[in-house]
């Protein structure tokens, strides 16, 4: 158990609906990454928040939003879902900022289905 | 921006040897290695911070080469455990954590 915590496990939904998916970081840790992973493929970084703040931004569509609220949860807001957004949805956590030197925990990922 | 790894996937029978290469286009500040089950959440190895460091976890161990903007995972004497998919990761000067395209291991009896 990594102690980051996601939720839903798994999210069944129709395009053009809006989901939200929910991420809670390990105890103490202030950074929160969101990866999108669709079928066999690899890890696709959208979004970083640190401790409340926007950190870095990846390959978030405009569609896609994020926050970090101050018990350091985090949302991810997916909007107009279209079909290609079915994806394994990850969160991560690390300590501080500095993801260059910290290793990241992850949770165990929304399935989300669009149909 | 994603750092490129190869081979794509691999196949070894027990006690094999295999190398996974991770190539950046960028200069490249530190390297993570992330090992992935199917179905499971991506679960951290190793790091390295330092150019020419190498570290090592069991029988899995890795270097960093910074001048050629390149890191390679070696796993020795490979077990049915071994099986999965494995990252690199890096950082770039913008915080943006990216992981590598990913080596499918498939370790048969």
């Known amino acids: 158990d990594s102690g980051v915590t996601q939720t839903p496990k798994h999210l069944i939904t129709a395009t053009g609906q809006r989901v939200t998916l929910r991420c809670s970081p390990r105890?103490?840790?202030?950074?929160v990454y969101w990866y999108q992973q669709s079928l066999d493929q690899g890890l696709q970084f959208l979004i970083q928040?640190?401790?409340?703040?926007?950190?870095a931004k990846g390959n978030i569509l405009e569609r896609f939003s994020a926050q970090q609220f101050p018990d350091l949860h985090s949302e991810l807001n997916l909007s107009s879902l279209e079909l290609g957004d079915s994806a394994l949805y990850f969160c991560?956590?690390?300590?501080?900022?500095?993801?260059?030197?910290?290793?990241?925990?992850f949770g165990s990922g929304t399935q989300l289905s669009v149909l | 921006q994603q750092p490129v790894q190869s081979p794509q996937a691999v196949i070894l029978r027990e006690g094999e040897d295999a190398v996974i290469n991770c190539s950046s286009s960028k200069a490249l500040y530190s390297v993570h290695w992330y090992r992935q089950k199917h179905g499971e959440a991506p679960v951290f190895l190793m790091i390295l911070l330092k150019g020419g460091e190498q570290k090592g976890h069991e029988k899995i161990s890795a270097s960093f080469n910074e001048k050629k903007q390149q890191s390679s995972l070696y796993l020795t004497a490979s077990q049915l455990s071994y099986s999965g998919t494995y990252f690199c990761?890096?950082?770039?000067?913008?915080?943006?954590?990216?992981f590598g395209t990913g080596t499918s291991l498939t370790v048969i009896p």
């Open positions: 991560a956590s690390s300590a501080r900022v500095g993801s260059s030197n910290e290793k990241l925990f």
């Open positions: 928040y640190y401790n409340g703040e926007e950190r």
């Open positions: 105890s103490g840790d202030l950074s």
């Open positions: 990761g890096t950082a770039n000067t913008g915080n943006q954590f990216y």
